[in-house]
Each structure stands twice: as structure tokens, then as C-alpha cells.
């Protein structure tokens, strides 16, 4: 017989003195019901007077249950970036999500922070109000850039040298110099090529941000048609829990925000093709002697500076195919990926000093990162910054689900409530379990509710609203939702800035791309203010351990910082090849090496490279098949 937990409380409270003074609750007893004995009774006396089955909620409370939270968390989940025609990964992708939230969390937002760098770079390469026309090297680089990013969602094939595989990527994104075997008199076929890629990548990303947007705001809405529920019926079990439950959900809409920023392609597979095609064409370039020695010529570089490609015509050593899976969005466990590894060394050797408008010498600039910002542990690198993400995710699912501890601890019975199990287990089978168990009252049983397992546990209150108003349960209520209010909050916040801070760099319009990024600087401009505190830390600790270590660690930072000015004397760009060549000059100097054109951040760099022609004759690789190449 399901239980009437009202009635039996008045019977309890009012019966006859044998029945009380069987079943009162003589414990300890902690928390705002420290002086409510009159009302406490024990496990025995609740199945007695109550009844052992479950007092499951009437229907129109868990009805209002399921159109407040169900619903909304629904609207969530399928608003993930889950890919077509895969149902089996994605029953495993979302049991990933919602089961280890804190490791998909750090995997998103590590992701999140490298796209951000690459928009970053793209951002500083030119003046304040210096917006290039599409098809100048400003435009080209951003490509590149654009394109790193995409690589750094997929696995890289077990296997791959490290080394090899980062010097080869920097070539095939970097260089504008080298020629591809199908087009072996056109110069710029490299560059074509990757703009050619990179509009295609930028067609097939997925939109949809604004539905997800709005399947958050529902859930922000129900959340606070819960708060205000829960606070003008405080105390009761029924009315914590159901709070509890959008306090215990509330990193979801943070993680699903962020997967949107993160967001993957339509067709993952297909991307990954073409990818591996524009890797597979630069390896098979590099290996024929005509094209090598062509592009040796035009850099001024020697056979000794590419003594690292002797793997690159064994198959099996180097594997045809450079990437693998995809593995973003925490698809893949330790999912570190490809872009992070050149970005650093591109920033702490050349970029990080330079500061803004570090694309003015664009001959240096390109060949310091082609040849000098190499990683000596090339695409095998961890960086220990890293640790910020992971801590951001331990904030906002931490932050999130304090606020349902709270509430179901100092919710009578004064213990660890049961809602909160799931996340000592972090089973997504259990968390679903308890979310609807709990919408349906499953856990209104006397065992239950007085909490049999724990210490502190082991009695049931029968107090009214004005008793828990009169002793202080207004004050912790209001503590767990402020927490889980303020986590969520910065938490969307954060997923907002880094939206609209990077949307220029995947914009498939190339003018609307230059308006958001005029609005990005005008934005960060009018904000710098913000960040002076951490700034002045960073380079105070940098000082400080730089005078510990006694000058063997860096005195400035080695990241690149968002500025609006330029330096002043900003240093002359220095790089040295493997044979120890030592190149250095202005920009002018550069012109003159390599094909005495004037080829500026602002000019068409497409079009003059297509200028030069060089007659090659034909001569195919031993290890790349000329058929092969021509598919691509």
C-alpha cells in the first residue's frame, strides 16, 4: 500500500503516548532539527505507522517534474555534436559524456583553448585597422591556421614518427613555396590547394548554434521557475530534490555550449580524407628530387636540412595516412592533438616576442615557421598548462553539483542524501536512474528518507514550512543556489567570448570573417582592463622563478599576448636551418632572395606566385604513384 507520510506524521504528533513514546527518535540529531525532538521518528516506527511500500508522487507533480527537467535536459542532449549514421558510437559517445563529464569537460575546453590560440595568431598577424583582401598572405595564413585546427580533432595514426610527422605538417600548412606533383608548374599549387581545403571545411562545418542557445535558455528558465518553487515551499524533500536535480544537471548545458564551439564537421570521415590527401601530396613532393631541389633553391636550404625525411618513403615505418578517428569531443580518451605542439614553438620563438603585426615580414615570418620553431619531441608534447583546463572542468561540474550536495545535505534528514550517489559512481545508467526515480517519488520510502546507511542518519522529521523558514534553511538553500548559479554563469559566459572571439577564423564569408573580427578587437580593446590582474601575476612569476632558477628558465612569457600597438622596435626575425644556417634581414631582403617581388601582408600573393612558372621535367617518385596523386 503506498504510504501517506502527512497522515502518519499527524498520527504520530498527535496519537496516543504509547505510540510516540514507542517510536521517538532519542539520537543524535544535526542541523536545523537540533530542536525539533518532538517530530523525530525512528526507521521502526515509520514502517509501522506508515507503511514499508513507496510513496510515489501524484501525478501532476511528476508531470511538472518532467516538463521542468526531463525535457529541457533532452532539448540538451540532442543538440550534441553527435555524427550521422553512427548509432552505436554514439550510444557509447553519450554514455562518455554524461557518465565522465569532468574528462570530456578538460578534452573540449583543451581543444577550445588551441582554436582560440590559432584565432589568436590570425588576430595579431596584421595592424589594429589592418583588415587584408582575401588572397593576400594574411588571408592565406588564416587558412592555414583554420586547417591546424580542424587536425587537431583527429587521432594521428598509431605508429607515425613524432618528429617527422610535425616537420611535415609544418610544410604542408606553412609553406607557399613548395610545388605539388600534379602541378609541377605552378608554384602556388600548395597555397590553392589549402585555400581550396579550407573552404571546404569551412562549408561543412556544422551550424546550428542558435537552437542550442535556445535549448539552454530553456533550461535556465526552468531552472528558475524551480528556484522560485523550492523557495516558497522550503524544507521538503520532494521540493529539494527537484531543485537538486537542475543543480545536479547543471554542467550539461555547459559542456553541450562548449561541444558547439567545438564543433565538429558533417561528415568526419570525409574530412579526414582530404586532410590525409593534402599530407600525402606534400610527403610525395618532398620526395622528388626536381621539386626538392626547386624548393631548396628558392629557401636557400641544403640536402642537410632534410636529412629527417628518410622515413617518409617506407610505408610502413611513416603509415600512408598521417591522421586516424576523429577523436574530438572527448571521443577519444587522452585525445591531446596535432595543433598544440607547432603552435607553442611557433609562439615562444618567434611570435611571443613579436607581438602584433608578426606577419609584416611575411618571408621571414613563414620560413621562421617552416625551419626555425621545430619541437625537438615534435607531435609528442605535454604541455603542463594543460592543468587549467582540468581545473576549470573540476570547477564547473564540481561548482554545479555543490549546489545539490548542499541542498540534499542540509535537507532533513541532516546526511548525505541518495540523489547524490550518482557521482561517486559516475555511472550514466545510475545518474539516469536517479533523475527519474526521483521525478517519480521512487525514493519516498521510510529507508529512504531517513538515510539508514550513513551515521548521522536513521529518523524521519514531520516539521512544516514555518519551522525550516525559522531556522536558518532559507540561508543554506540560498548558499547551493548561488554557487551553482555563479558556476554556470561564468562557465556560459567563458563559452560565449570564446564563440564570438573565434567565429572570424571559420566564417565561410570572407568579408562578413573581417567584420567579426573587427568586432572581436573593438571588444577585447574596450575589455583589457580585465585582464591587467592576471597579466601583472603572470610576469611577476615569470620574474620571480626566472631569478629562483638563476636565469636558466625564461624571464618573459612565452605566449602570445593580445595587445593593440605594436612594438616599436620590434626584433629582426632570426632563423637557422639544420645545416646552422643563419638567415636574418628585413623584409625588403627577403623579397630579394627569394623572387624579388613585392609581396606584402596586404598584396595578392595568390596571383604573383602564379607568376612564376618553372619548367620541371616530369619526375615521378619512386614511392608515390602518379596515378594515385592524380585523384587527389
Known amino acids: 500500500m503506498r504510504p501517506d507520510f502527512e497522515a502518519c506524521g499527524q498520527e504520530f504528533i498527535r496519537g496516543s503516548k504509547d505510540i510516540y513514546s514507542h517510536y521517538v527518535y532519542t539520537g543524535p540529531v544535526r542541523g536545523v532539527l537540533e530542536s525539533a525532538e518532538a517530530s523525530l521518528i525512528t526507521v521502526e516506527g515509520c514502517r509501522a505507522l506508515c507503511g514499508t511500500g513507496t510513496g510515489y508522487y501524484p501525478w501532476k507533480d511528476s508531470s511538472n517534474s518532467i516538463t521542468t527537467w526531463v525535457l529541457p535536459v533532452i532539448g540538451l542532449i540532442v543538440q550534441a555534436p553527435f555524427e550521422s549514421n553512427q548509432a552505436w558510437q554514439t550510444i557509447l559517445l553519450l554514455a562518455r559524456w554524461i557518465g565522465s563529464p569532468i574528462a570530456v569537460l578538460s578534452y573540449i575546453l583543451w581543444n577550445i583553448k588551441v582554436t582560440g590560440k590559432c584565432a589568436l595568431m590570425v588576430d595579431m598577424a596584421t595592424k589594429y585597422n589592418e583588415y587584408p583582401d582575401s588572397g593576400s598572405e594574411f588571408s592565406i595564413m588564416r587558412d592555414s591556421l583554420y586547417i591546424l585546427a580542424i587536425m587537431n580533432q583527429y587521432s594521428v595514426t598509431p605508429g607515425v614518427p613524432p618528429v617527422e610527422a610535425e616537420r611535415l605538417l609544418r610544410l604542408a600548412l606553412f609553406s607557399n613555396l613548395l610545388h605539388l606533383p600534379v602541378s609541377r608548374d605552378d608554384p602556388a599549387s600548395l597555397v590553392n590547394k589549402r585555400t581550396e581545403l579550407a573552404s571546404n571545411l569551412r562549408e561543412d562545418r556544422k551550424k546550428g548554434v542558435v537552437p542550442v542557445f535556445v535549448s539552454f535558455l530553456w533550461f535556465v528558465f526552468s531552472l528558475g521557475l524551480t528556484i522560485d518553487l523550492a523557495f ?13 536535480i537542475g543543480f545536479l544537471m547543471g554542467w550539461l548545458p555547459i559542456l553541450v555550449l562548449a561541444s558547439t564551439v567545438d564543433r565538429n564537421l558533417v561528415s568526419a570521415d570525409a574530412i579526414r580524407t582530404k586532410l590525409n590527401r593534402l599530407v600525402y601530396d606534400v610527403r610525395c613532393a618532398l620526395l622528388d628530387p626536381e621539386i626538392l631541389s626547386i624548393y631548396m633553391r628558392d629557401t636557400r636550404m641544403t640536402p642537410e636540412d632534410f636529412s629527417w625525411m628518410h622515413c617518409l618513403g617506407d610505408w610502413d615505418t611513416f603509415p600512408k595516412d598521417l591522421f586516424g578517428r576523429f577523436g574530438g569531443q572527448g571521443r577519444s580518451h587522452w585525445h591531446y592533438g596535432v595543433a598544440h605542439p607547432l603552435l607553442a614553438g611557433i609562439e615562444s620563438k618567434f611570435m611571443a616576442e613579436y607581438g602584433r603585426d608578426w606577419l609584416r615580414q611575411g618571408y621571414a615570418a613563414r620560413l621562421a615557421i617552416v625551419v626555425g620553431s621545430r619541437n625537438l619531441n615534435g607531435l609528442k608534447m605535454f604541455d603542463p ?42 555511472n550514466t545508467v545510475w545518474l539516469t536512474y536517479t533523475v527519474f526515480a526521483q521525478t517519480l517519488g521512487a525514493f519516498q520510502t521510510c529507508d529512504c528518507m531517513a538515510s539508514t546507511w550513513t551515521k548521522d542518519g536513521g529518523y524521519i522529521d514531520f516539521e512544516k514550512y514555518q519551522y525550516y523558514a525559522a531556522h536558518g534553511v532559507y540561508q543554506t538553500w540560498g548558499i547551493a543556489t548561488g554557487v551553482s548559479l555563479l558556476v554556470m554563469s561564468v562557465g556560459l559566459a567563458y563559452i560565449v567570448f570564446e564563440y564570438c572571439t573565434q567565429s572570424h577564423l571559420s566564417t565561410e564569408d570572407y568579408n562578413r570573417a573581417m567584420n567579426g573580427l573587427k568586432h572581436t578587437r573593438w571588444f577585447k580593446k574596450h575589455t583589457r582592463f580585465i585582464r591587467i590582474v592576471p597579466d601583472v601575476l603572470i610576469n611577476w612569476g615569470k620574474l620571480f622563478w626566472h631569478k629562483m632558477t638563476r636565469g636558466k628558465s625564461r624571464r618573459h612569457r612565452r605566449s602570445l599576448v593580445w595587445t593593440v600597438a605594436c612594438k616599436k622596435n620590434p626584433p629582426v626575425i632570426d632563423v637557422r636551418s639544420e645545416s646552422g644556417l643563419r638567415m636574418q634581414g628585413t623584409e625588403e631582403q627577403w623579397r630579394n632572395v627569394f623572387s624579388g617581388r613585392r609581396q606584402g601582408s596586404g ?18 617518385s619512386m614511392f608515390c604513384d602518379r596515378d594515385d596523386l592524380e585523384k587527389g
Request: charged letters at 10%.
Open 385 to 426: 598548462r594543460m592543468i587549467w583546463q582540468i581545473l576549470a572542468s573540476v570547477f564547473v561540474i564540481g561548482g554545479s553539483v555543490s549546489g545539490a550536495f548542499i541542498l540534499s545535505w542540509f535537507t532533513p534528514t541532516i546526511t548525505l542524501n541518495i540523489i547524490i550517489r550518482p557521482l561517486e559512481a559516475g
Open 603 to 620: 598584396t595578392g600573393l595568390v596571383s604573383s606566385l602564379s607568376g612564376r612558372r618553372n619548367s620541371l621535367p616530369p619526375a615521378p
Open 232 to 244: 516558497s515551499d522550503i524544507g521538503t524533500n520532494q521540493t529539494a530534490h527537484n531543485l537538486a
